[in-house]
């Protein structure tokens, strides 16, 4: 439904996407994750026809958005950033106008325009004045909008921003339902988002794409190779404990985290080296750590695998002093190398 390949665009001496790739198949709710300043409205901006890339190709439905940009945004449904609503226009007034410029038949203009306003109900308000409407409500309009030509792909570039708590997960809510009549490229920077709403993600960072894939794929395959530990040692010292746990076979290093609720219980964070299955390594580390702490009387409160997040993944990947290479994520997501 979309590829990207290799979008570059400078402002002067400012290189704002620095080859950015990806693909997104038919059904797809994408999330487009990179911090702010990452890129993110760039790239929507190049793929939406808004402005042109100094270098590299968007690809809509078979057409260049570049070189076939009529034909590439007749299938697209754009919400931008700020939300340009006409605000002395009522709800169905305006899309009633909008549905005519995006070239819908004038048999089916009010069939669509019904469509688009039971769809982010809206019935309440079609007669009311956009401008008078609440942000989450104006929000909805924009989403109207974005589908009221009935699209193939949706663009939607920080839908949530702004909003209170409650729209925010209306909103979510909403993208869930249109995703299943139609391919949704979801740009945020709000990682819980993500991982209630898409099913794969791409992440940019300093205007190039760095990871992409499932979002299962991408949590198993960055998981740690760490057990975190807490314990009561009773009359043992900190350092008795840590040189304990340190001298476990497998296990590389363990770091103190933090005391717990009273002087005698410890929680570590334990290393462990799996240089190959790291899975079995762990299970493995976790086993023989508890029986050393079994041997040496302590008692153990919690000995569990740290689990990787995409919060987690995100963060290591756009943290770095440097922009991180990129990574493909599951041979069978269809995606492509991102740069």
């Not at 704002?16 to 797809?28: H, N, P, R």
């Not at 169905?92 to 039971?118: C, N, P, T, W």
């Not at 290479?325 to 995606?335: F, H, S, T, W």
Request: aromatic residues 4%.
């Amino acid at each position: 439904m979309l590829s990207v390949r290799e979008l570059r665009k400078r402002y002067g001496d400012l290189v704002a996407l620095d080859g950015v790739s990806f693909d997104v198949e038919k059904g797809d709710i994408l999330g487009f994750l990179g911090q702010n300043g990452a890129g993110k409205s760039t790239t929507m901006k190049i793929v939406t026809g808004f402005t042109p890339p100094t270098s590299g190709t968007a690809i809509v439905d078979g057409f260049d958005v570049t070189k076939q940009s009529l034909e590439a945004r007749a299938r697209i449904g754009y919400l931008p950033e700020q939300t340009p609503l006409y605000t002395d226009m009522r709800v169905r007034e305006y899309l009633d106008f909008r549905a005519r410029l995006k070239g819908v038949q004038r048999r089916d203009v009010k069939k669509r325009v019904d469509y688009a306003i039971e769809k982010l109900k809206l019935v309440d308000r079609a007669r009311q004045i956009i401008g008078t409407l609440s942000k989450g409500y104006k929000q909805r309009v924009g989403i109207a909008d974005a589908i009221v030509g009935d699209p193939k792909l949706l663009i939607l570039d920080e839908p949530t921003i702004g909003l209170d708590p409650n729209q925010v997960r209306e909103v979510r809510q909403l993208i869930k339902e249109l995703g299943e009549q139609h391919t949704i490229v979801f740009s945020t920077h709000i990682l819980n988002e993500v991982e209630l709403v898409c099913s794969k993600v791409v992440i940019i960072d300093r205007g190039r794409s760095v990871l992409q894939g499932t979002i299962k794929n991408i949590v198993e395959q960055h998981q740690g190779n760490t057990l975190r530990c807490s314990l009561r040692a009773k009359e043992a010292t900190l350092d008795e404990v840590q040189s304990a746990l340190a001298q476990v076979a497998g296990v590389k290093s363990a770091r103190e985290l933090a005391e717990g609720s009273g002087s005698e219980i410890v929680q570590f964070m334990i290393e462990v080296d799996a240089e190959t299955d790291r899975e079995a390594a762990v299970r493995a580390a976790a086993e023989r750590v508890a029986a050393r702490v079994l041997e040496k009387g302590w008692a153990i409160r919690e000995l569990v695998p740290e689990r990787t997040t995409l919060e987690n993944v995100f963060v290591n990947l756009t943290m770095r002093e440097t922009p991180a290479a990129p990574q493909l994520v599951g041979a069978g997501d269809g995606a492509q190398g991102g740069n």
